[in-house]
């Protein structure tokens, strides 16, 4: 055994360039795959947290809590029952809730109250004894270190001469004209003991902010004795002196330690608890926590992430088998020789295997090993991820490699292992005779030529794009949820079985392009690029696998790219479409409306039929610190247009051209002439108004029709139509609700002077749009507004609306997976590239040497290998931009699946940006230099005398 380990070392040993390259390959392969489960746990678990403290802003109430309340409805006669049935449900959140280890215990209530009893002075004297007084005792766990005294003392844990002290709030003492310190006692016929009172001390909360008091309050305790809790338990729940009426128990979890197990576990127990009490107390319980809607949805957005993930990092698993098999072909092509003469040495084809394969169980071990906590800083690259190649320092995820990524990363060095192991089948299958006779074949067609593989991958790939077309013309048409199809694997490998059989479709193609390139030059070329010719055109074959690694990389880096720029421009177009500029507020305006009625009162009648407004001043925000400029914008979504035919609703949006012009944000391309053309056609007159396209094929409107607008209680304003737009700032021109009604009309939209429309409808308050010259300009923006007292009653910024739009974990995954894609595109794209040249001119070296000795300068042989890399490495890089260009244009609208097809505003529009293939084209251009100076450092050290030895070749 340690002669074959000795022997397995020393080959990985002599081929170590090549056996580091591989196991390179194979941690990219286990780290790839077991992020995803890295990434998916600690994005959800930050995207949980962050929801529950927005509930808790929102709310003010605790997300982490659990509570319960019922009525036992324990007759008198049955309350001795009563001690044995509360002690049951303890024991039930001790079992399901308390005692959970993942779940971490800030606070636990219990709260027991008796029913209500008639109670009478103990003195006549001292109280009104003809008054009518009702009232209860409670108990509430941990009363006292949430309370403070207001008057008198806290009470005695045992009775006092058979008396129970108890504390009260002051509005009980005023609402049953109580005095501290004056004994009461109960009256009633229901049991036979007399039960004496005396209200000590009288206590209000210490901290509202407190969660002790989320649920209930003690203003909501104005007939309520509070007694000790021992001796509740004592006295009225085991002596069974009064039946208990209400009971509560609260339980407060930690939230900021929940991870995605916790919370599953939270609202199993929350699920638990409520089927006990349901069987119990089927009609007077209920268990609620207030933030299960929020956790019960997560274990869905588990799987959809999970999903999104795989999707997404299928066109990097095909790039990183590719690589595998790539270089594991070239490290068994090195050793082929090695093999047959092993075979024919009498070695078994299966021993040759298992000796290749205790190499690849050592790469895949160490891959096994390192591959996890490679993947979990390729979850940070995830998690800072801001938008495609843009990285942000925020708040790290919360990563944790555990048994599941250790799993993922066994089935992936599993996989590597296999992928090794396919070439050297191949190869134990030939003698020293075979691989003789196969290298006097010549350039014969390779395998996936011969079967017609390139037309298989485009006819699949072809077939996918039409069925995927389809179904968006289905879902758009019937307004149905693409969500499923969005994260369908195949939208995402489909595009790269295209890549690949478009690459191997003009592969075919490649020995004429060279045979051409001969011709043209046959007469001209020097004798270096004469041989470069002959090489590369003879030996075509022993390109193609390299060439095909090329067009791989790099049109999965450029579709990568094109796919997240196209997403992401999208969905940020969206949101500024939305909005309509950088900052929209609205002030406090001023009105003659009658103040809400309080409780139990009804409210006042109005001043007039209409409101009455008050205008702020809008000047004021023009000199306010980094505003460019500022808009003022009414909108009316219900108002009443009159044509010649018939009056509709539509919306009507008010401006002031010029202001409005400069500080609205409006995408280039949506209307057939500039945004700007439009407003200074309306600007001359006021009564000019622009129409929506849909209303104006509806009602057959056209520029110089005449048509009326207002709304109830309004004069009307006549109005000429100047022209129609299909989009508008914040107008979506789609049906709404054409998921549920598929006949839903479309959405008018009349844009006018807001001058005319205050002069001759009414004055009602408006927004303003601010254009901001800088984001960083906000900052003082916000401040100023806060010194100079602007009362406001929105705010909403468009630039804090995308970054929480980029912090989506959905969106993180997709800008981190395809930025990662496209750098280890290019990192895998350099190391195969440099590792298979090397090993081209080791090959090589004996060629060399004679073209030396017929007297070929040095410079006349590297001048020889830049023609070979133009020819072969030049011709697959041009052939991956063109498949991956192509692949962007046919598949990349595919995307709008994402979104919802019908409601996209704007239209879904594909991005290409010019920074990404001038990155791809310098990154070609600089490896294609590395590679030849390599190269050229390479063979300069290499002597003639010792090429001249290695015989024949």
Not at 767 to 785: F, G, K
């Amino acid at each position: 055994m340690i002669a074959i380990l000795t022997m397995l070392f020393r080959k990985m040993a002599k081929n170590r360039w090549l056996v580091a390259g591989l196991l390179a390959g194979m941690c990219l392969c286990t780290a790839l795959t077991s992020s995803m489960p890295i990434y998916k746990n600690a994005s959800l678990q930050r995207m949980l947290t962050k929801e529950l403290e927005r509930h808790y802003e929102r709310t003010s109430t605790y997300p982490g809590s659990i509570v319960a309340t019922g009525t036992p409805n324990f007759q008198p006669e049955d309350v001795g029952k009563q001690a044995a049935f509360l002690r049951t449900y303890d024991a039930l959140w001790e079992k399901d809730a308390l005692l959970d280890p993942s779940l971490t215990v800030l606070d636990y209530v219990k709260e027991r109250q008796t029913v209500t009893f008639r109670i009478v002075p103990a003195d006549p004297t001292r109280m009104d004894p003809e008054e009518n007084r009702v009232a209860k005792l409670a108990m509430r766990t941990g009363l006292k270190e949430h309370v403070r005294l207001i008057d008198g003392r806290m009470p005695s844990p045992e009775p006092q001469n058979g008396v129970y002290e108890a504390l009260v709030t002051d509005s009980m003492l005023v609402k049953l004209g109580m005095v501290l310190g004056v004994e009461v006692v109960s009256d009633d016929d229901d049991w036979a003991e007399q039960i004496r009172i005396v209200p000590v001390g009288v206590v209000a909360e210490s901290d509202l902010n407190d969660m002790y008091w989320d649920f209930m309050r003690l203003s909501g305790y104005d007939a309520t004795f509070f007694v000790d809790d021992a001796l509740f338990e004592a006295e009225i729940v085991d002596g069974a002196k009064v039946p208990v009426g209400n009971v509560r128990w609260e339980a407060s979890f930690d939230y900021s330690r929940f991870t995605l197990e916790s919370a599953i576990r939270f609202t199993e127990a929350k699920e638990r608890l409520d089927a006990a009490y349901k069987q119990r107390m089927p009609f007077n319980s209920n268990v609620r926590a207030p933030a299960e809607a929020i956790m019960s949805v997560y274990e869905e957005k588990e799987a959809t992430l999970e999903s999104l993930l795989w999707s997404l990092n299928v066109p990097l698993y095909i790039l990183v088998a590719f690589y595998l098999y790539m270089v594991s072909g070239l490290l068994v092509e090195k050793q082929k020789s090695e093999v047959a003469v092993l075979r024919s040495r009498g070695a078994g084809r299966w021993q040759i295997i298992a000796l290749f394969a205790m190499e690849s169980a050592v790469l895949s071990i160490v891959a096994l090993m390192v591959g996890p906590y490679l993947g979990a800083a390729f979850t940070a690259v995830l998690g800072s991820s801001d938008s495609f190649m843009s990285f942000v320092q925020r708040k790290a995820l919360p990563v944790r490699v555990d048994g599941d990524s250790f799993a993922f990363a066994g089935a992936a060095a599993a996989f590597s292992f296999v992928v090794y192991l396919i070439p050297v089948f191949l190869a134990t299958r030939f003698s020293i005779v075979d691989q003789k006779r196969a290298s006097a074949r010549g350039n014969r067609a390779s395998v996936w030529h011969r079967f017609g593989l390139d037309a298989v991958l485009l006819a699949v790939s072809l077939y996918g794009l039409y069925t995927f077309r389809k179904r968006i013309a289905e879902m758009t048409a019937l307004g149905l949820d693409a969500g499923a199809i969005a994260t369908d694997p195949l939208l995402f490998a489909v595009p790269s079985m295209f890549i690949l059989g478009f690459g191997l479709a003009l592969l075919r193609l490649y020995p004429w392009f060279v045979k051409l390139v001969y011709w043209i030059g046959k007469s001209r070329w020097t004798a270096s690029q004469y041989s470069s010719l002959l090489q590369v055109g003879r030996r075509s074959r022993q390109y193609e696998l390299f060439m095909m690694f090329l067009v791989l990389t790099v049109g999965t880096g450029l579709y990568s790219a094109s796919a997240a720029r196209t997403i992401n421009g999208n969905m940020e177009d969206q949101i500024w479409y939305a909005q309509g500029a950088d900052v929209v507020l609205r002030q406090d305006w001023v009105d003659d409306a009658p103040p809400p009625a309080g409780p139990g009162m009804e409210a006042p009648p109005p001043v007039s039929d209409r409101i009455n407004y008050l205008e702020p001043d809008f000047d004021v925000f023009s000199s306010l610190p980094g505003v460019r400029s500022a808009a003022r914008v009414f909108t009316k979504e219900k108002a009443v247009v009159w044509t010649k035919e018939e009056n509709v609703q539509a919306r009507l949006i008010g401006i002031h051209t010029d202001e409005f012009g400069m500080t609205s944000w409006m995408k280039d391309g949506l209307l057939p002439y500039h945004f700007y053309e439009y407003l200074n056609l309306i600007a001359p007159d006021p009564r000019a108004v622009l129409v929506s396209r849909s209303m104006a094929e509806a009602f057959e409107l056209t520029p110089g029709d005449v048509i009326d607008v207002g709304w109830s209680d309004t004069s009307r304003m006549q109005a000429t139509v100047y022209g129609t737009i299909d989009y508008f700032p914040t107008f979506n021109p789609n049906p709404a609700g054409a998921e549920t009604n598929p006949d839903a009309p479309k959405p008018y939209l009349v844009v006018g002077h807001l001058e005319t429309i205050q002069n001759e409808l009414a004055l009602e308050p408006y927004d303003v749009w601010i254009d901001v010259a800088s984001p960083d300009d906000r900052e003082a923006l916000y401040a100023a507004i806060g010194e100079k007292r602007i009362q406001l009653v929105s705010i909403h910024d468009t630039n804090e609306l995308v970054a929480d739009s980029r912090s989506d974990p959905f969106r993180m995954a997709m800008n981190g997976v395809m930025s990662l894609g496209f750098l280890l595109s290019l990192a895998i794209t350099l190391v195969g590239f440099l590792l298979y040249w090397v090993l081209a001119l080791q090959g090589r070296t004996l060629q060399f040497g004679i073209f030396r000795a017929m007297g070929l300068t040095f410079r006349n042989i590297v001048g020889m290998l830049g023609t070979e890399q133009l020819l072969t490495s030049g011709a697959g890089f041009a052939i991956g931009l063109l498949s991956g260009a192509t692949a962007s244009y046919l598949f990349v609208p595919l995307f709008q699946l994402s979104f919802d097809p019908g409601r996209v505003v704007p239209p879904f529009q594909v991005m290409i940006e010019s920074q990404d293939t001038t990155r791809l084209l310098l990154f070609i251009a600089a490896m294609l230099v590395v590679a030849l100076v390599a190269l050229a450092a390479s063979l300069s050290r290499v002597k003639l005398h010792q090429a001249l030895k290695l015989g024949e070749d």
